[in-house]
């Protein structure tokens, strides 16, 4: 057993004064004390064990490495675990070296400052991330509370509710909570104004669409409308078929395989919290689309890898699922997916010619799975008469990898 050397504590913006007693003892007994520069300051003047926290994040989980073995206190706002230090150094330092004593979080004070049930809200950060993550979360109705960055922050919150169609969205800035200079400020997005907004501060956001905001909701099968396309894009019935057989789970990785205007990794992106997704795409012009849509739908965290396929699959690691959406029939390329593809993952594969659906079959025949041939028809007009025209039909493979051992 490794023995205990460091504790990350939190505190409030009343800094340590808001500590119990037991945590006090721990600020006493460091010998080193790491925090952020608004922090120190309060808490023992000309102290030489204070330490200011280095950034960027990996030269800070550097610094707090060289104290290995030390008595090392690490001051953090609020709750470390939620959006904080405590939660990032559970990848870097085993569990029984270093304890956490977590003070309110932010999202709990403001929660019951705005009268509103916490497992109701979505709480977000946006504290050094886009603002744009913004974008999954806003449907009418939804309840936001977003850590920032700065005042700045507060600015760009409400630009992007107004260019969305939400202007008429309730925004409270919750200035230094728990703190002597605490304060709010309330408006609507669209009247946004920077008096009174402080750089300390969490934000409320209460969503209200106007009637010309589109309906954007986490489930998967967005309007075609909502993508920047050139045609290359899976269709919207197709698509909530697709995302349904690759089963976004929580925190899990998507390679989208020719992914044209990148739907497929967008709304895998929605669907789950913490999921993530490659994009692979040698057009040009489609990987711009993909820049675009991923910021306008909130997932500006999608990766996007140019160049030709499989090769430019070579040396990522394993995904837990798969889509194949473009060159179906290279068989090449599937064997490269396949051989990546955790033992477990999912890959679904679509094709709309008659080369890619023989692959298709010829893969359902060596590896098993299912199949399923989709055709969707469209309100159309013939003449004065109103008709539904089919679309191309899409022949749709889906299978699970094995596990070692499995037939």
């Keep these: 057993m490794s023995e205990c050397w460091l504790h990350v504590v939190g505190v409030t913006a009343r800094g340590v004064q808001s500590l119990a007693p037991e945590?006090?003892?721990?600020?006493?007994?460091?010998?080193?004390?790491?925090?952020?520069?608004?922090?120190?300051?309060?808490?023992?003047?000309?102290?030489?064990?204070?330490?200011?926290?280095q950034s960027p994040l990996s030269a800070m989980i550097k610094q707090i490495l060289s104290y290995r073995g030390t008595p090392t206190v690490i001051l953090a706002t609020g709750d470390p675990t939620w959006f904080g230090i405590g939660a990032t150094l559970t990848a870097?330092?085993?569990?029984?070296?270093?304890?956490?004593?977590?003070?309110?979080?932010?999202?709990?004070l403001a929660a019951a400052r705005m009268k509103w049930p916490l497992q109701n809200v979505d709480c977000i950060s946006v504290h050094g991330r886009p603002v744009e993550i913004l974008h999954s979360h806003m449907v009418p109705g939804q309840r936001i509370l977003a850590l920032t960055s700065d005042a700045t922050t507060v600015h760009d919150i409400a630009k992007v509710l107004k260019n969305r169609g939400y202007?008429?969205?309730?925004?409270?800035?919750?200035?230094?909570?728990?703190?002597?200079?605490?304060?709010?400020?309330?408006?609507?997005a669209q009247d946004y104004s920077s008096k009174g907004v402080g750089n300390l501060n969490t934000v409320a956001i209460d969503c209200v669409a106007d009637h010309r905001a589109p309906i954007l909701p986490p489930l998967p099968g967005l309007p075609d409308g909502a993508f920047v396309h050139d045609g290359q894009l899976t269709k919207r019935e197709v698509r909530a078929a697709t995302l349904a057989?690759?089963?976004?789970?929580?925190?899990?990785?998507?390679?989208?395989?020719?992914?044209?205007?990148?739907?497929?990794a967008i709304e895998w992106m929605r669907a789950a919290p913490r999921a993530t997704a490659t994009c692979f795409e040698r057009n040009a012009a489609r990987i711009e689309m993909i820049e675009k849509n991923r910021v306008a739908l909130g997932a500006p965290g999608l990766k996007i890898v140019s160049g030709q396929a499989p090769g430019s699959l070579e040396g990522l690691d394993a995904p837990d699922a798969i889509f194949i959406g473009g060159d179906v029939g290279n068989h090449e390329l599937f064997d490269v997916c396949w051989d990546a593809l955790k033992p477990g993952g999912r890959l679904v594969a679509n094709a709309i010619t008659l080369d890619g659906e023989t692959a298709l079959v010829q893969r359902l025949d060596q590896h098993g799975g299912?199949?399923?041939?989709?055709?969707?028809?469209?309100?159309?007009?013939?003449?004065?008469?109103?008709?539904?025209?089919?679309?191309?039909?899409?022949?749709?493979?889906?299978?699970?990898?094995?596990?070692?051992g499995e037939q």
């Excluded at 057989?245 to 497929?264: E, F, N, R, T, Y």
Aim: aromatic share 6%; glycine share 8%; net charge negative.
């Design 23 to 53: 945590q006090q003892v721990l600020l006493d007994n460091a010998k080193v004390i790491i925090g952020p520069p608004r922090s120190l300051p309060k808490v023992r003047e000309l102290d030489d064990r204070l330490v200011t926290w």
């Design 92 to 108: 870097h330092i085993a569990a029984d070296e270093f304890e956490i004593h977590p003070a309110p979080s932010a999202f709990s």
């Design 167 to 188: 202007g008429e969205s309730h925004m409270t800035v919750l200035n230094a909570m728990g703190g002597e200079t605490q304060s709010q400020v309330e408006f609507l």
């Design 245 to 264: 057989k690759l089963i976004p789970l929580s925190g899990q990785h998507l390679w989208d395989v020719g992914a044209g205007c990148g739907s497929i």
């Design 370 to 404: 299912d199949m399923a041939r989709i055709e969707v028809s469209h309100l159309d007009t013939v003449g004065a008469h109103k008709a539904l025209r089919p679309r191309m039909a899409v022949t749709q493979w889906n299978v699970s990898k094995p596990y070692e």
